[in-house]
């Protein structure tokens, strides 16, 4: 018996030291990573039922702090150069695109809109641009088959737009480059189109409908999409850690929040579908995205793991096959290396969460 209990004790302290180690790990590519990610960033995992990582670096040089003042200047605020913590609210660029899918697919779930419905039927000016044939489900895919302008360049003309119908009149004088449904240009143009459609049937500001379909229900309390006149939900939402975690926690239970449902599993499994077939052709991919698939608002990475990553450097995802979830708060603007440096991460990620 004494030779069992001393097998067993030798066991724990075995595996105790395994895990220790991959938090070294993960605590050292944060660290590692901090400086050339803007300077400061918080990685946070989930699974089974609770956080079990979370760690924080500060490494910004005093050219970041330098940059980060000038910026603070023009937008009259002042600049913060403290930790990132799970509540640290900043703007999150094209990981708001999951969220603004998942928005349009409670829709679906009530049978206010059809995923084959055209956008021309909400929005006559899309028609009486030859624009009306595309789907709602093409707006989700980035398969409008418009030509959209830049994406940093789409997002700075949005915010100076003084309604939902002017930036749809400004989408509808957009040149086409492709089919809908035959090409993948990833923009903001689609999921404007979407999100000016619920604005339609609902009589209500996307930024309302956010708040109460899926940041209220979540317990998202410091996420919303601006007050600016419009709102731009392909990369206009503000969230922290905490909260982006609860939207992940829901999209890896299949649409279930606390016991609560937001989603239906069938709209997670048709947000989850590669919509990019061999037949669609790429007019325009991020090149920090080497990725072949893509579904309704986020990115199919291959090996289990969806995901919708930021300009900005901020890097939400789930990993389906080892049941997990995990986001990285950065920002910064360089995307250089970015690819590299998920892959990195995934790796490190799936070794920690298999101990």
Not at 47 to 73: P, V
Not at 87 to 97: E, G, H, L, M, N
Not at 137 to 157: M, R, V, Y
Not at 326 to 351: D, H, I
Request: aromatic residues 10%; hydrophobic residues 40%.
């Amino acid at each position: 018996m004494r030779n069992i209990l001393l097998a067993v004790t030798l066991t724990l302290c075995f595996l105790n030291a395994d895990a220790q180690n991959d938090f070294k790990k993960l605590d050292a590519w944060v660290a590692d990573n901090a400086e050339q990610m803007g300077g400061r960033a918080i990685l946070m995992v989930y699974k089974d039922g609770h956080i079990i990582y979370s760690h924080a670096e500060n490494k910004m040089t005093a050219r970041q702090k330098m940059a980060g003042r000038f910026i603070a200047r023009r937008q009259n605020k002042t600049a913060d150069f403290s930790d990132f913590t799970p509540t640290t609210r900043i703007p999150v660029a094209s990981c708001s695109k999951w969220y603004s899918a998942a928005l349009v697919m409670t829709f679906v779930d009530e049978g206010k809109l059809k995923l084959t419905d055209t956008v021309g039927k909400y929005l006559p000016a899309l028609s009486k641009s030859g624009k009306g044939n595309i789907t709602i489900g093409e707006c989700l895919s980035h398969e409008t088959g418009i030509k959209s302008p830049e994406l940093k360049e789409s997002l700075k003309e949005m915010r100076n737009i003084g309604s939902m119908d002017e930036a749809i009149a400004d989408i509808a004088a957009m040149p086409m480059e492709g089919e809908p449904g035959k090409t993948f240009h990833y923009s903001n143009t689609g999921l404007q189109i979407a999100g000016a459609i619920l604005e339609k049937i609902s009589g209500k500001s996307f930024q309302t409908l956010f708040a109460e379909r899926i940041a209220k229900p979540l317990n998202m309390q410091n996420s919303n999409f601006g007050d600016s006149k419009v709102a731009l939900p392909a990369g206009g939402a503000y969230s922290t850690p905490n909260d982006y975690m609860n939207f992940l926690v829901m999209i890896l239970n299949k649409g279930t929040f606390n016991g609560k449902r937001i989603l239906s599993e069938k709209s997670i499994d048709e947000m989850q579908i590669n919509r990019i077939k061999p037949y669609v052709k790429i007019a325009y991919s991020p090149t920090q995205i080497a990725i072949p698939g893509y579904g309704y608002g986020e990115w199919i990475m291959g090996d289990g793991i969806v995901s919708s990553p930021g300009l900005f450097g901020s890097f939400p995802w789930v990993n389906k096959d080892k049941y997990y979830a995990a986001f990285l708060m950065t920002f910064y603007l360089n995307n250089s290396g970015k690819q590299e440096r998920y892959k990195e991460l995934w790796s490190l990620v799936n070794e920690f969460v298999s101990n």
